[in-house]
């Protein structure tokens, strides 16, 4: 059984920093895609960024480059999404997923066949 779980969320103040997880088990582990997209209130779902398990290559939204860092640790089958410089429109719930099979549209979440339960983000001004 896939399981995708996330933690890390919580409430910041802007400029403030989180780190999320997503500890992936119930399938092998390697050379796939591993996603954190994010939806707010009222808008579309919004890919954040990406990581190719085997080899690493990274990924990442316009929105968030340069503040976000996606890593993963291949021992512990977990990903993370280190969140610097927060700002109030970053406030949204978070969402691991994993792409068994990357076609290479990290961005799409119709590419992804395993979504965790999501992790709230609230930044304040």
């Known amino acids: 059984q896939v399981q995708l779980v996330e933690s890390g969320g919580g409430s910041v103040q802007a400029g403030g920093s989180l780190r999320l997880s997503c500890a992936a088990s119930g399938y092998t582990y390697s050379s796939n895609c591993m996603g954190w997209f994010r939806q707010a209130p009222g808008k579309e779902r919004e890919g954040v960024a990406a990581i190719y398990t085997g080899g690493g290559s990274t990924y990442y939204a316009d929105s968030v480059k340069g503040r976000f860092t996606i890593s993963q640790d291949n021992a512990k089958n977990t990903v993370y999404l280190q969140m610097n410089s927060l700002k109030p429109e970053d406030t949204a719930m978070y969402y691991c997923?994993?792409?068994?099979?990357?076609?290479?549209?990290?961005?799409?979440?119709?590419?992804?066949?395993?979504w965790g339960q999501g992790t709230q983000v609230t930044v304040s001004s």
């Open positions: 997923a994993a792409d068994l099979e990357y076609g290479g549209s990290w961005w799409e979440g119709y590419e992804y066949n395993y």
